[in-house]
Each structure stands twice: as C-alpha cells, then as structure tokens.
C-alpha cells in the first residue's frame, strides 16, 4: 500500500511552527470554500478527523452563536479529510447527503468529528458519522454524512 499523501503532509507539516495552521491553509485551498469559517484541523488518523472554528463574528448567526451552516461546512471538511486519510488506494468518494440534527446553542469554539468506526471501508453506500462539540464537550449538532464509494477505474 502506498503512503498516504494527507496523512503524510500533516505529520511533516504538524513538526513546523504553525504547521497545523498552514495545513489547514492547504486544506482550504484544496475546496475554497472551507476558507469561510477559517478552520483548523487540529487532529487527522485513519478513521478520524478534528476541525475547530474559532467563534467569531463572520460564522455567527442573528442571535450570537455559532450558524449551523457554519457548524455544517466544519463537519464536512472533518469528513472530507478523514476520508482522504483513510480510504483505501483503489477505492473513491463523493458525498450524497448529510442529516443533522442541532441539539443545543453553539455559544463558543466548536469542534468538528468525523468518525468512521473501526474504519470499515466497503463499496456502496457508507455512513460517516460527525459530532460538533462546544468548549465544554457539549453536543451542538449530530449526524451522518453519507457517502457513496466504488472502485476507481482501471488505468
């Protein structure tokens, strides 16, 4: 199997000073529009990724906290780079949909989780689930992205 190119570059990166910011710079670039909640990808493993979104007036809704749509591109990005982190070489993704559910006020920082259980990767439909959390642990939002995987073609 051959190294992975995302988990590869945020260990070389995570050494420098800043490096998990200039990550998430490169992150950002790779789907520009993540550079709307100014991420920090702050934890990537086969199976798991973290994405924090620093409370600020640009991803705030009417009543002060944290927008859910916000909350959503976080959960996408966690998702997305998990996914690269993990899948397999021959495999690919596409996203077919997400159901959240926003179980309390973000009021703070929120933390981004995708998780992919025991990182069971299959051919078909897969449940990826996600979590945000707020600064003290509270679930701000759940859910799963669904994701639709298939071999990649034949060169």
């Known amino acids: 199997m051959s190294k992975n190119y995302v988990l590869s570059l945020y260990n070389k990166m995570g050494k420098l000073p800043f490096g998990k910011k200039l990550f998430s710079l ?4 790779k789907a520009p529009y993540f550079k709307t909640v100014s991420p920090l ?3 990537v493993v086969p199976s798991e990724c973290h994405c924090l979104i620093k409370k600020r ?3 705030e809704n009417h009543i002060g906290t944290v927008h859910v749509i916000a909350i959503a591109n976080g ?3 966690a998702m997305g780079f998990m996914a690269e982190a993990s899948i397999p070489t021959h495999l690919r993704w596409i996203p077919k949909g997400m159901d959240l559910q926003y179980t309390a006020k973000a009021g703070s920082d929120i933390r ?3 998780l992919l259980e025991n990182n069971q990767w299959q051919v078909g439909d897969l449940p990826v689930e996600v979590t945000a959390y707020d600064e003290n642990d509270v679930v701000v939002v759940k859910g799963i992205i669904h994701l639709w995987v298939s071999e ?3 060169k």
């Open 26 to 29: 490169f992150a950002s670039n």
């Open 41 to 43: 990808i702050t934890k």
């Open 57 to 59: 007036r640009k991803v």
């Open 75 to 77: 959960l996408e990005m």
């Open 112 to 114: 981004c989780v995708a």
């Open 152 to 154: 990649k073609p034949k």
